[in-house]
Nanobody
């Protein structure tokens, strides 16, 4: 079983940047699809982006495309998400998720059995 812990969230102003990290333990993640999701107060958890096991494929939600970038360092068992040009609508708890499935990119929360506790991102206007 893989354990995930997110970090890097915080309070920023619109237009600022953040870099989120997801540190994995318990298993090496080089055969895991890794996803990022977020949840704003009163809203359902939504897909942000995902990266395939080798990092060769990424997919993003339309709302973040061109602003967010996911990368991974498999030897370090860590996944990153760079958040640029942040907007107040990006506010929420950001979760990292994992699924043992090489080469795939998955966008549904139901596809991921492993989740971190989340990190709060708040963007003020």
């Amino acid at each position: 079983q893989v354990q995930l812990v997110e970090s890097g969230g915080g309070l920023v102003q619109a237009g600022d940047s953040l870099r989120l990290s997801c540190a994995a333990s318990g298993r090496t993640i080089n055969t895991y699809c890794m996803g990022w999701f977020r949840q704003a107060p009163g809203k359902e958890r939504e897909f942000v982006g995902a990266i395939s096991s080798t990092g060769a494929r990424t997919v993003y939600a339309d709302s973040v495309k061109g602003r967010f970038t996911i990368s991974r360092d498999n030897p370090d068992n860590t996944v990153y998400m760079q958040l640029n040009s942040l907007k107040p609508d990006d506010t929420g708890v950001y979760y990292c998720a994992a699924r043992l499935m090489a080469f795939a990119v998955l966008s549904s929360p139901a596809d991921y059995p492993y989740w971190g506790p989340g990190t709060q991102v708040t963007v003020s206007s």
